[in-house]
């Protein structure tokens, strides 16, 4: 790998502990205003120090986050069609060249395994690739959102795989049962998506399912940004992920910053 793919990597995933907090704040890109992300600038602010990447668009970035922060960006870079439309009809709608301006550690991308347009999406993935490994960009590629597919071990293994087929750095897909399994068929670093908003005790103990399991961490959104006490479960989901701290004690620490 070159020095500056991996470099950009360790921002992403700290050498330190070799897992990630990203917090995933893109969800308007194709949902509009997103329930706690309405006021997007006094949503996120409170929550950048405590994430180890955000995951954001470039309009959002530009117009809602303070460019003096140090927490490393990786840029949503693939878009198209609305929660109303064909969610597989994306494409690229962000260039390289942005994606440098910007200073991110990393870009990233869904595909639609299985959805109408999969081949589309899976090809704009392999083109991707091949511009960011140009100049040392890492690729997330981001797998299984939208139409209810059976998000199961099979289902997701498959998904993961073809994406680091294609050439992703970093996968991010949603737990499941035997979540190993996916893990297993995955050569490269797996994150999960929190998906819809849980009771906080059931998305930490998700998340300690998760790791347990062998993925790299999270890259986290609803299950943060819509909890009573979003920073509170952004520090929980830290200690689980980077401390190896327990589902009660990570509860413990969304109570006490919850009162
Ligand atoms: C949507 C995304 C989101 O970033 C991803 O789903 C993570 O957010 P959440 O934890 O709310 O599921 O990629 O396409």
């Known amino acids: 790998m070159d020095f500056g793919l ?19 704040v893109d969800h308007g890109y194709f949902q509009g205003p997103t329930t706690g992300l309405k006021d997007i600038k006094k949503s996120i602010t409170p929550l950048i120090p405590h994430a180890n990447c955000l995951f954001v668009t470039r309009g959002i ?5 303070d460019p003096r922060i140090d927490t490393p960006l990786c840029l949503r870079v693939s878009g198209g069609p609305s929660i109303l439309g064909e969610l597989s009809n994306e494409d690229i709608t962000t260039s390289m060249e942005e994606a440098l301006r910007l200073n991110a550690a990393g ?11 999969e081949d589309r999406t899976i090809a704009n993935l ?13 690729v997330l590629a981001i797998t299984a959102v939208g139409k209810e597919m059976a998000r199961d ?18 996968v991010k897909t949603y737990y499941c049962d035997d979540f190993e399994k996916v893990v297993e068929g995955c050569p490269v670093p797996i994150v ?21 399991a062998g993925a790299s961490g999270v890259d986290m959104g609803r299950n943060i940004f819509q909890s009573d006490s979003p ?27 919850k009162k």
């Open 153 to 170: 071990a099979r289902y997701l293994g498959r998904a993961c795989r073809i994406a680091a087929e294609i050439g992703a750095h970093i």
């Open 61 to 65: 970035l530009r117009n809602s986050v």
């Open 231 to 257: 920073v509170g479960m952004i520090k929980a989901v830290r200690a689980i992920v980077h401390k190896g701290a327990s589902v009660d004690e990570a509860f413990e620490i969304y109570s006490s910053a």
């Open 6 to 24: 991996k470099n950009r990597l360790s921002r992403i995933i700290p050498a330190k502990t070799g897992k990630t907090v990203m917090l995933a």
């Open 192 to 212: 999960i998506a929190g998906g819809k908003k849980l009771p906080e005790r059931e998305a930490l103990q998700m998340t300690e399912n998760a790791i347990k």
């Open 107 to 117: 870009v990233g991308m869904s595909i639609f395994v299985g959805a109408a347009n």
């Open 126 to 138: 392999g083109r991707l690739v091949n511009e960011a490994e140009r100049y040392g960009m890492p």
